[in-house]
Protein backbone atom coordinates (compact mmCIF):
# COMPACT_ATOMS: atom_id res chain seq x y z
CA UNK A 1 0.00 0.00 0.00
CA UNK A 2 3.17 2.06 1.21
CA UNK A 3 4.60 1.65 -2.57
CA UNK A 4 1.27 2.60 -4.22
CA UNK A 5 0.69 5.66 -2.31
CA UNK A 6 4.43 6.58 -3.41
CA UNK A 7 4.26 5.75 -7.02
CA UNK A 8 0.85 7.74 -7.25
CA UNK A 9 2.37 10.56 -5.36
CA UNK A 10 5.48 10.38 -7.86
CA UNK A 11 2.91 10.59 -11.12
CA UNK A 12 1.55 13.60 -9.27
CA UNK A 13 4.67 15.66 -9.40
CA UNK A 14 5.92 14.27 -12.89
CA UNK A 15 2.77 15.44 -13.95
CA UNK A 16 2.87 19.28 -12.38
CA UNK A 17 6.12 19.32 -13.70
CA UNK A 18 4.87 18.83 -17.47
CA UNK A 19 1.86 21.14 -17.20
CA UNK A 20 4.57 23.62 -15.47
CA UNK A 21 6.95 23.47 -18.44
CA UNK A 22 3.95 23.48 -20.72
CA UNK A 23 2.84 26.20 -19.00
CA UNK A 24 6.58 28.49 -19.49
CA UNK A 25 6.97 26.97 -23.04
CA UNK A 26 3.47 28.58 -24.07
CA UNK A 27 4.30 31.24 -21.94
CA UNK A 28 7.92 31.83 -24.18
CA UNK A 29 5.55 31.53 -27.63
CA UNK A 30 3.51 34.38 -26.81
CA UNK A 31 6.67 36.67 -25.19
CA UNK A 32 7.93 35.78 -28.57
CA UNK A 33 5.27 36.32 -31.07
CA UNK A 34 4.11 40.38 -28.85
CA UNK A 35 8.22 41.14 -29.89
CA UNK A 36 8.38 39.75 -33.44
CA UNK A 37 5.02 41.48 -33.99
CA UNK A 38 5.97 44.84 -32.30
CA UNK A 39 8.96 45.21 -33.52
CA UNK A 40 8.18 43.79 -37.19
CA UNK A 41 11.00 40.93 -36.62
CA UNK A 42 11.04 39.38 -39.98
CA UNK A 43 10.96 35.51 -39.62
CA UNK A 44 14.51 34.80 -40.43
CA UNK A 45 14.93 36.56 -37.07
CA UNK A 46 16.38 34.29 -34.07
CA UNK A 47 14.46 34.97 -30.91
CA UNK A 48 15.22 33.29 -27.85
CA UNK A 49 13.35 33.88 -24.31
CA UNK A 50 15.21 33.51 -21.17
CA UNK A 51 13.66 32.09 -17.67
CA UNK A 52 11.54 33.98 -15.67
CA UNK A 53 13.38 35.34 -12.65
CA UNK A 54 12.93 38.03 -9.62
CA UNK A 55 13.16 41.41 -10.07
CA UNK A 56 13.24 44.29 -8.53
CA UNK A 57 9.65 45.15 -9.13
CA UNK A 58 7.44 43.50 -6.55
CA UNK A 59 4.13 42.48 -9.34
CA UNK A 60 6.40 41.61 -12.03
CA UNK A 61 9.31 39.12 -12.80
CA UNK A 62 11.91 39.58 -15.22
CA UNK A 63 12.80 37.91 -18.25
CA UNK A 64 15.37 38.53 -21.00
CA UNK A 65 15.01 38.08 -24.44
CA UNK A 66 17.95 37.50 -27.42
CA UNK A 67 17.54 39.05 -30.97
CA UNK A 68 19.93 37.04 -33.52
CA UNK A 69 19.73 38.40 -36.55
CA UNK A 70 22.47 39.14 -39.24
CA UNK A 71 24.93 37.86 -37.28
CA UNK A 72 24.39 40.18 -34.08
CA UNK A 73 23.03 38.88 -30.67
CA UNK A 74 21.51 41.44 -28.73
CA UNK A 75 19.91 40.92 -25.29
CA UNK A 76 16.78 43.57 -24.28
CA UNK A 77 15.50 43.32 -20.51
CA UNK A 78 11.42 42.89 -20.23
CA UNK A 79 9.23 42.47 -16.96
CA UNK A 80 6.43 40.61 -16.80
CA UNK A 81 3.60 40.43 -14.89
CA UNK A 82 3.14 38.06 -11.95
CA UNK A 83 -0.25 36.89 -13.82
CA UNK A 84 1.88 36.99 -17.02
CA UNK A 85 -0.56 39.30 -18.83
CA UNK A 86 1.28 41.99 -19.45
CA UNK A 87 4.65 42.57 -20.91
CA UNK A 88 7.05 46.10 -20.16
CA UNK A 89 10.18 46.60 -22.35
CA UNK A 90 12.48 47.49 -19.25
CA UNK A 91 15.04 50.74 -20.04
CA UNK A 92 16.36 51.72 -17.04
CA UNK A 93 18.28 55.01 -16.67
CA UNK A 94 21.02 55.53 -14.29
CA UNK A 95 20.75 59.68 -13.19
CA UNK A 96 23.95 59.65 -11.50
CA UNK A 97 25.31 59.57 -15.03
CA UNK A 98 25.65 61.70 -17.78
CA UNK A 99 24.76 60.29 -20.79
CA UNK A 100 26.65 62.02 -23.03
CA UNK A 101 29.81 62.46 -21.10
CA UNK A 102 29.44 58.41 -21.40
CA UNK A 103 29.07 58.60 -24.97
CA UNK A 104 32.46 60.89 -25.31
CA UNK A 105 34.00 57.91 -22.89
CA UNK A 106 33.70 55.37 -25.69
CA UNK A 107 34.99 58.02 -28.51
CA UNK A 108 39.04 57.57 -28.55
CA UNK A 109 40.33 60.88 -30.21
CA UNK A 110 44.14 60.01 -29.62
CA UNK A 111 46.14 61.32 -31.95
CA UNK A 112 43.61 62.77 -33.91
CA UNK A 113 44.10 65.72 -36.45
CA UNK A 114 42.34 68.63 -34.65
CA UNK A 115 40.86 72.08 -36.35
CA UNK A 116 39.37 74.56 -34.39
CA UNK A 117 40.80 75.32 -30.32
CA UNK A 118 42.24 71.68 -29.35
CA UNK A 119 41.95 72.72 -25.87
CA UNK A 120 37.86 73.72 -26.46
CA UNK A 121 35.44 72.62 -23.96
CA UNK A 122 33.18 71.79 -26.93
CA UNK A 123 34.34 68.50 -28.93
CA UNK A 124 32.68 67.57 -31.95
CA UNK A 125 33.80 64.34 -33.50
CA UNK A 126 32.40 63.68 -37.09
CA UNK A 127 32.10 60.07 -38.38
CA UNK A 128 33.27 60.66 -41.84
CA UNK A 129 33.47 58.95 -45.25
CA UNK A 130 35.12 60.54 -47.56
CA UNK A 131 33.60 59.19 -50.90
CA UNK A 132 29.98 60.13 -49.11
CA UNK A 133 28.17 62.71 -50.99
CA UNK A 134 26.06 63.73 -47.26
CA UNK A 135 29.52 64.00 -45.88
CA UNK A 136 30.92 66.26 -48.68
CA UNK A 137 27.82 68.35 -47.77
CA UNK A 138 28.53 68.54 -43.68
CA UNK A 139 32.35 69.06 -44.49
CA UNK A 140 31.32 71.91 -46.36
CA UNK A 141 29.10 73.27 -44.11
CA UNK A 142 31.94 72.63 -40.95
CA UNK A 143 34.63 74.08 -42.90
CA UNK A 144 35.16 76.87 -43.78
CA UNK A 145 31.89 78.47 -42.25
CA UNK A 146 31.55 76.87 -38.66
CA UNK A 147 35.15 76.93 -38.46
CA UNK A 148 35.17 80.46 -38.79
CA UNK A 149 32.66 81.42 -36.24
CA UNK A 150 33.36 78.55 -33.77
CA UNK A 151 36.72 77.60 -34.49
CA UNK A 152 37.91 79.25 -31.00
CA UNK A 153 35.27 77.90 -29.50
CA UNK A 154 35.07 74.04 -30.90
CA UNK A 155 37.56 71.10 -31.32
CA UNK A 156 36.62 69.54 -34.95
CA UNK A 157 38.04 66.03 -35.20
CA UNK A 158 37.11 63.08 -37.79
CA UNK A 159 36.77 59.54 -36.89
CA UNK A 160 36.72 57.27 -40.19
CA UNK A 161 33.39 55.28 -41.09
CA UNK A 162 33.87 54.30 -44.89
CA UNK A 163 30.88 52.66 -46.05
CA UNK A 164 33.00 50.39 -48.30
CA UNK A 165 30.23 48.11 -49.61
CA UNK A 166 28.94 50.79 -51.52
CA UNK A 167 32.00 53.40 -51.24
CA UNK A 168 35.40 51.62 -52.77
CA UNK A 169 37.71 54.16 -52.37
CA UNK A 170 36.69 55.60 -49.60
CA UNK A 171 38.91 53.38 -47.15
CA UNK A 172 42.07 53.80 -49.53
CA UNK A 173 41.32 57.91 -48.88
CA UNK A 174 40.69 57.34 -45.62
CA UNK A 175 44.32 55.40 -44.84
CA UNK A 176 45.61 57.90 -47.18
CA UNK A 177 44.31 60.80 -44.80
CA UNK A 178 45.83 59.43 -41.60
CA UNK A 179 49.09 58.57 -43.64
CA UNK A 180 49.24 62.26 -43.97
CA UNK A 181 47.99 63.24 -39.94
CA UNK A 182 50.60 61.27 -39.04
CA UNK A 183 53.19 63.79 -39.91
CA UNK A 184 51.25 67.10 -40.07
CA UNK A 185 47.77 67.85 -39.10
CA UNK A 186 47.43 70.86 -41.91
CA UNK A 187 48.57 67.92 -44.42
CA UNK A 188 45.11 66.19 -42.93
CA UNK A 189 42.81 68.76 -43.02
CA UNK A 190 43.41 70.10 -46.89
CA UNK A 191 43.47 66.37 -47.95
CA UNK A 192 39.79 66.07 -46.33
CA UNK A 193 38.95 69.21 -47.77
CA UNK A 194 40.23 68.11 -51.51
CA UNK A 195 38.26 64.96 -51.36
CA UNK A 196 35.08 66.31 -50.68
CA UNK A 197 35.73 69.32 -52.95
CA UNK A 198 36.61 66.31 -55.43
CA UNK A 199 34.51 63.40 -55.15
CA UNK A 200 32.85 63.54 -58.95
CA UNK A 201 36.29 64.09 -59.78
CA UNK A 202 37.68 60.75 -58.74
CA UNK A 203 34.22 59.32 -59.36
CA UNK A 204 34.55 59.97 -62.82
CA UNK A 205 38.09 58.16 -63.17
CA UNK A 206 37.84 54.63 -64.85
CA UNK A 207 38.52 51.88 -62.37
CA UNK A 208 39.50 51.34 -59.20
CA UNK A 209 43.12 51.76 -60.28
CA UNK A 210 42.65 55.05 -61.76
CA UNK A 211 40.98 56.68 -58.91
CA UNK A 212 43.68 54.77 -56.22
CA UNK A 213 46.19 56.70 -58.74
CA UNK A 214 44.63 60.51 -58.26
CA UNK A 215 44.05 59.65 -54.25
CA UNK A 216 47.62 58.68 -54.45
CA UNK A 217 48.43 61.90 -56.56
CA UNK A 218 46.75 64.75 -54.21
CA UNK A 219 48.06 62.92 -50.85
CA UNK A 220 51.42 63.53 -52.55
CA UNK A 221 50.26 66.99 -53.67
CA UNK A 222 49.57 68.04 -49.66
CA UNK A 223 53.12 65.86 -48.49
CA UNK A 224 54.67 67.88 -50.96
CA UNK A 225 53.50 70.92 -50.02
CA UNK A 226 53.93 70.63 -46.22
CA UNK A 227 57.65 69.47 -46.92
CA UNK A 228 56.62 65.82 -45.20
CA UNK A 229 58.76 62.98 -45.44
CA UNK A 230 57.58 61.77 -48.74
CA UNK A 231 59.57 58.27 -48.28
CA UNK A 232 57.90 57.33 -45.03
CA UNK A 233 54.41 59.02 -46.58
CA UNK A 234 54.63 56.73 -49.80
CA UNK A 235 55.65 53.74 -48.31
CA UNK A 236 52.64 54.40 -45.57
CA UNK A 237 49.58 54.91 -48.69
CA UNK A 238 51.41 51.76 -50.49
CA UNK A 239 51.13 49.65 -47.26
CA UNK A 240 47.39 50.50 -47.12
CA UNK A 241 47.06 49.23 -43.37
CA UNK A 242 43.48 49.35 -42.70
CA UNK A 243 43.86 48.50 -38.85
CA UNK A 244 43.46 52.11 -37.66
CA UNK A 245 40.37 52.24 -39.98
CA UNK A 246 39.10 48.76 -38.71
CA UNK A 247 39.32 50.12 -35.09
CA UNK A 248 37.40 52.85 -36.05
CA UNK A 249 34.81 51.25 -37.36
CA UNK A 250 34.25 49.31 -34.89
CA UNK A 251 34.24 51.63 -32.59
CA UNK A 252 31.23 53.62 -34.21
CA UNK A 253 29.47 50.40 -34.69
CA UNK A 254 29.59 50.16 -31.12
CA UNK A 255 27.72 53.49 -30.52
CA UNK A 256 25.06 52.45 -32.99
CA UNK A 257 26.18 54.39 -36.05
CA UNK A 258 24.85 52.97 -39.41
CA UNK A 259 25.09 55.89 -41.25
CA UNK A 260 27.63 59.11 -42.91
CA UNK A 261 27.95 61.59 -41.61
CA UNK A 262 27.20 61.24 -38.05
CA UNK A 263 28.62 63.61 -35.49
CA UNK A 264 28.65 63.98 -31.52
CA UNK A 265 29.16 67.24 -30.09
CA UNK A 266 30.16 66.56 -26.17
CA UNK A 267 28.14 63.66 -26.64
CA UNK A 268 25.25 64.68 -28.42
CA UNK A 269 24.37 62.84 -31.63
CA UNK A 270 23.67 64.62 -34.75
CA UNK A 271 22.58 62.13 -37.87
CA UNK A 272 23.42 63.22 -41.08
CA UNK A 273 24.21 66.73 -42.64
CA UNK A 274 21.36 68.95 -41.25
CA UNK A 275 21.13 72.18 -41.94
CA UNK A 276 23.51 74.89 -40.94
CA UNK A 277 21.07 76.76 -37.98
CA UNK A 278 20.21 73.16 -36.75
CA UNK A 279 24.00 72.75 -36.40
CA UNK A 280 24.53 75.63 -34.43
CA UNK A 281 21.82 75.24 -31.84
CA UNK A 282 23.32 71.99 -30.98
CA UNK A 283 26.61 73.88 -30.88
CA UNK A 284 25.45 76.65 -29.03
CA UNK A 285 23.47 74.41 -26.30
CA UNK A 286 27.13 72.61 -25.35
CA UNK A 287 28.99 75.80 -25.38
CA UNK A 288 26.13 77.16 -22.92
CA UNK A 289 26.06 73.82 -20.86
CA UNK A 290 30.28 74.23 -20.76
CA UNK A 291 30.07 77.71 -19.74
CA UNK A 292 30.87 78.99 -22.77
CA UNK A 293 29.56 82.46 -24.54
CA UNK A 294 28.52 81.34 -28.15
CA UNK A 295 29.37 83.56 -31.00
CA UNK A 296 27.45 86.08 -32.71
CA UNK A 297 25.83 84.65 -35.83
CA UNK A 298 25.59 86.22 -39.56
CA UNK A 299 21.80 87.11 -40.44
CA UNK A 300 19.31 84.21 -41.95
CA UNK A 301 19.86 86.27 -45.44
CA UNK A 302 23.52 84.99 -45.36
CA UNK A 303 23.66 82.13 -42.98
CA UNK A 304 23.80 78.94 -44.80
CA UNK A 305 26.45 77.65 -46.82
CA UNK A 306 24.43 75.31 -48.94
Known amino acids: MTLLRRSLLLLILVCLGCSAQSVELDLATRIERQV ?14 GPRKPSEFPTYDAVTVTIDGNGKKQDYDFLISKDTKTLVRLVKMDLSKDPYAEV ?12 GN ?44 PLSEIHPWATHAAVNANCLGTQNTDAYWEFADYMHANQRNINGERGADAQFSLIDKAAEMQGQKHSLDMT ?11 DAIKSSQREGEALGITATPTMFVNGQEIDGALPIEQIRAVFDSALKEAGVTPPAHPSSGGSSSQ
Open 118 to 161: KDAKVVAVNFDDFQCPFCSKMHQTLFPTLLKEYGDRVAFIYKDF
Open 232 to 242: KLQACMKAQNQ
Open 104 to 115: MKKIDTAGRPVR
Open 36 to 49: RATYSLPSEVKITV
